[in-house]
């Protein structure tokens, strides 16, 4: 759902290690982050307060002042409550993402069986080059049966899992070790182009345990950090993920529906033992909101252009290779004649506060916004593990 609030952002810099508790926003040195009253003095102490602002001043004054939010009003743990905020809450910084791993073992394929694997992996960019993810299949035969063996007993689940990751990788395996420096020809592995890419180049193949416990350990790879442009008109951040399924069934890969033909004849159990996440808070994400909400923030130059000179009003205190919390407050007009009845949207307000994390000022703007509005929701983690499962049929 589309989010049309007039949002201000603002930045703590690195190096301002306490929230002012003297003097009033036009007293705020560039960059610096405070807390003010209904009166414009700063303070740390919200709670007396009829409303609030966040105030930070600015580097460029010119024909404006300190830049600050609308009038905020909360819950404060005492007293009564007219607020008119509706959302309070503050995200962690995870800088650094999971991948997503599986693991796939119970393997019930005969001696001389034909297995194929399939791989479906998703990202942004994945999505946009193929239809329904990128889709590989590897096809091998289970190793025969000896002279004198059972040709009803499962195969030697060490030797198969090697002969599938031989055809993954394209290199040479033994007893799951990859030997990097043994590709099995000068053919491009899977039948990719060398110059493009291989199926190594997005995930890492393993195997763990040993006999018929072993395991098949298969993990997505960190996505590529492209480059990033020094045009500050440019909006190169993108949240992005990589997540994958896997599918083992009996058989060679055919042209039928892939969506529906694999859910047959499943001969392994595939469990996610731990799934990719975004990464939040990451420096990049916080100078990319910076510039989406640039127009919200100046007085006047309130577009970015791609010559310097033409962005004067543009403020940047993102600090390369810092992690960021943030604390979003969503709030609506204070004075509720504002607000009169017609045939269109109410505009609400959003206020993104990014302060470096595990920073003593983290912790003494997290108490001060609580001293007026009450409690911060705070519920996320930054590593999710899940188990799911694909089961033999």
Partial sequence: MADFSLTTVFVVPVGQDTLPSSGSTQDLTAGQVGLALNDYTLATDLSTAPYFYVAQGREITYLQGSKRSDKIKGCPPSGTCRSNVTEWYKVGACPTPTN????????????GDIVTLTLRAHSSYLDTLYFNGLTRSVTVNAPCCDCDGDPCVNTDVDGLIDLVMEKLTGYNVTSGVIDWTSPIST????????DNWSLNTYFTFSKSGSGDTAKLVIEGKTLTAYGQPCDVAAFPHEYDRMWFRAF????PATTADFIVNDACELVATVATVQTSNYATGTAAEIAQLEKNYYSYQAGFLKHLYRIAGYNANFESYVASGTAYDTF????????????????????DSMVIIAVPTGTQIATDLEVALETALGEVSDNNTCISTTTTTTTTT
């Avoid at 053919?187 to 060398?194: E, R």
């Fill in 100 to 111: 997503q791993i599986i693991e796939i073992d119970d393997w019930t394929v005969k001696c």
């Fill in 187 to 194: 053919a491009p592995a899977n039948g990719a182009n060398p």
């Fill in 248 to 251: 083992v069934y009996e058989g």
């Fill in 328 to 347: 979003y407050i969503k709030f609506n007009e204070l004075d509720a004649s504002a607000y009169n009845w017609g045939d269109y949207i109410k505009e």
